[in-house]
């Protein structure tokens, strides 16, 4: 359930959700794959080991890449109200709070350093058929830091969007097509020298799951494939990349789910070895 925290990377980072089926489309539930009335989550992972009984359970506490435990609040709508992330103490590393407009869409995002200290801003704004048309992010004193504007070509279904910062200077721009049913099928990404970085193409299933991703190099040529599996209630349960260039691990996920079937334990497997253990804790209204 991260945020993702780069500017840039927020439109990198959309890919491999899954879809809540009892939950209204385009909320934040829905986006999380939750389903029924959540308050709250609170999500903990772990490093896998075997017990005496050769079971797998969950051990020390996980961190890589900057990971950290989450706890997520949600409002009556579905959206994010707060999400926190702490560290392995419980201490507060970074706060998300969120602001609604008329439009029941964010309006603002503050993000806390801890529990008060503010780091940045963003403002959104929208467009006559409620899309995100403008995004501006100030520093912890107010002042412009990072805007993003999206254009939208309804005809082509092609969305764009361009980052710059205070100077005017084009950081990054994002080319996204879709389908008609809204699913992303390309992905085009060019840094602050207009060189496409990340190009991928997407299928979906008729659920609206990522099923299939290519990952393509600048002059079309395979970077690598993978082809994802979902169980019965709609989590990812089987990754599986493709590459001429190097070798990758299949990634499988095992569930335990409470009523409302969400899962409630997670286990994260690279080939036959179990990685890691997330728990969740979830509150509903």
């Avoid at 969007?161 to 080319?175: F, H, K, W, Y």
């Avoid at 260039?245 to 335990?256: G, I, S």
């Amino acid at each position: 359930m991260r945020i993702g925290r780069s500017f840039c990377a927020l439109f990198i980072a959309l890919a491999c959700m899954a879809c809540g089926k009892e939950t209204r489309e385009g909320t934040d539930l829905y986006t999380n794959g939750l389903r029924g009335n959540v308050k709250s989550v609170s999500e903990k992972k772990y490093h896998a080991v075997m017990d005496e009984n050769q079971e797998i359970v969950r051990g020390s506490f996980f961190r890589n890449n900057g990971e950290w435990d989450c706890v997520a609040h949600f409002n009556k709508d579905g959206n994010y109200e707060e999400v926190v992330y702490l560290d392995r103490d419980g201490d507060i590393v970074e706060r998300n709070v969120y602001e609604y407009g008329e439009n029941r869409k964010v309006s603002t995002l503050q993000i806390f350093e801890d529990s008060s200290t503010l780091k940045k801003k963003c403002l959104y704004q929208y467009d006559i058929k409620d899309r995100v048309s403008v995004i501006q992010e100030l520093d912890e004193d107010g002042d412009f830091r990072l805007g993003t504007s999206i254009v939208y070509n309804d005809e082509n279904l092609i969305e764009t969007a361009t980052t710059v910062n205070r100077l005017g200077t084009v950081l990054c721009r994002t080319i996204t097509e879709k389908n008609r049913k809204g699913q992303v099928s390309d992905f085009k990404y060019y840094n602050e020298e207009r060189k496409l970085t990340n190009w991928r193409k997407e299928t979906h299933d008729d659920e609206g799951r990522l099923s299939e991703m290519v990952v393509l190099h600048a002059d079309e040529s395979l970077a690598f494939k993978v082809v994802n599996s979902y169980n019965l209630q709609g989590d990812l349960v089987k990754s599986e990349p493709f590459s001429e260039e190097e070798e990758f691990l299949n990634q499988r996920y095992t569930y335990v789910y409470d009523k409302k079937s969400n899962w409630i334990s997670k286990i994260q497997f690279f080939g036959d070895s179990a990685v890691s253990v997330t728990e969740r804790e979830i509150e509903y209204y």
